[in-house]
């Protein structure tokens, strides 16, 4: 018996059905791969503003760095350290503090005594405000700066010296309601002149400064 061959060159159908799946799998994967790809429109979040109107409607969701939250918050403990320092100062150490900065004061106070002497009232005006930004409370140094401030006859800008003696550190100071007066004087004010002499009357009682006041009403006529 003879086999029969012809099927051989018969078109398979099961094949045409296999290719016919295949091609559906495919298309299947396309179609899953366009939905991943595809990406939702960006929404600009400035979007309908304008000089006018300010209201934003969307927010924007992107993800933010964090570091410079971290920078800020280092800082922070930084000052945070400063202060506990500044804290943790003994009594003792702000006396040691205070007396070195008295020291360099008086060093610059002595500096602009000497270009007084000599009559250099502007060097020795920079030396007294050195010597004021390491002590800021010495009526002693407003004094010398205001004083020198009369030589130049900027009587104003003595009056500002003065006064912050007078209402911000020692009221009774004799020397500054003296040199008041003469300032005042110099400015014609006659009347206010002779009120800052009867305070420091008034404020200073004792023989000395009873007899330094008339020296100065002498030297205010002649010199001053």
């Given at each position: 018996?003879?086999?029969?061959?012809?099927?051989?060159?018969?078109?398979?159908?099961?094949?045409?059905?296999?290719?016919?799946?295949?091609?559906?799998?495919?298309?299947?994967?396309?179609?899953?791969?366009?939905?991943?790809?595809?990406?939702?429109?960006?929404?600009?979040?400035?979007?309908?503003?304008?000089?006018?109107?300010?209201?934003?409607?969307?927010?924007?969701?992107?993800?933010?760095?964090?570091?410079?939250?971290?920078?800020?918050?280092?800082?922070?403990?930084?000052?945070?350290?400063?202060?506990?320092?500044?804290?943790?100062?003994?009594?003792?150490?702000?006396?040691?503090?205070?007396?070195?900065?008295?020291?360099?004061?008086?060093?610059?106070?002595?500096?602009?005594?000497?270009?007084?002497?000599?009559?250099?009232?502007?060097?020795?005006?920079?030396?007294?405000?050195?010597?004021?930004?390491?002590?800021?409370?010495?009526?002693?140094?407003?004094?010398?700066?205001?004083?020198?401030?009369?030589?130049?006859?900027?009587?104003?800008?003595?009056?500002?010296?003065?006064?912050?003696?007078?209402?911000?550190?020692?009221?009774?100071?004799?020397?500054?309601?003296?040199?008041?007066?003469?300032?005042?004087?110099?400015?014609?004010?006659?009347?206010?002149?002779?009120?800052?002499?009867?305070?420091?009357?008034?404020?200073?009682?004792?023989e000395k400064e009873q007899n330094?006041?008339?020296?100065?009403?002498?030297?205010?006529?002649?010199?001053?």
């Amino acid at each position: 018996m003879d086999a029969n061959e012809s099927f051989i060159d018969e078109r398979s159908i099961v094949l045409d059905i296999l290719k016919q799946l295949d091609d559906m799998l495919n298309a299947n994967k396309l179609d899953t791969g366009k939905g991943k790809e595809e990406k939702k429109p960006e929404v600009d979040p400035s979007a309908g503003v304008t000089d006018t109107s300010f209201l934003v409607f969307a927010r924007d969701l992107r993800k933010k760095s964090s570091r410079p939250l971290k920078k800020i918050f280092k800082n922070s403990n930084t000052n945070q350290i400063s202060s506990m320092r500044q804290i943790d100062v003994t009594p003792k150490e702000r006396i040691e503090a205070r007396c070195d900065r008295e020291r360099v004061a008086d060093s610059f106070r002595r500096l602009g005594n000497e270009e007084y002497r000599r009559a250099n009232f502007e060097k020795s005006i920079s030396y007294y405000s050195k010597a004021i930004q390491y002590v800021a409370d010495s009526p002693v140094l407003y004094c010398n700066r205001a004083l020198a401030k009369i030589k130049k006859r900027d009587f104003k800008q003595a009056l500002f010296d003065l006064d912050y003696v007078i209402f911000k550190l020692d009221p009774c100071h004799l020397k500054a309601w003296l040199y008041r007066a003469g300032a005042l004087l110099r400015l014609n004010n006659e009347a206010e002149s002779l009120k800052a002499i009867d305070s420091a009357r008034v404020l200073n009682r004792g023989e000395k400064e009873q007899n330094y006041i008339i020296y100065f009403l002498e030297k205010l006529r002649n010199e001053f």
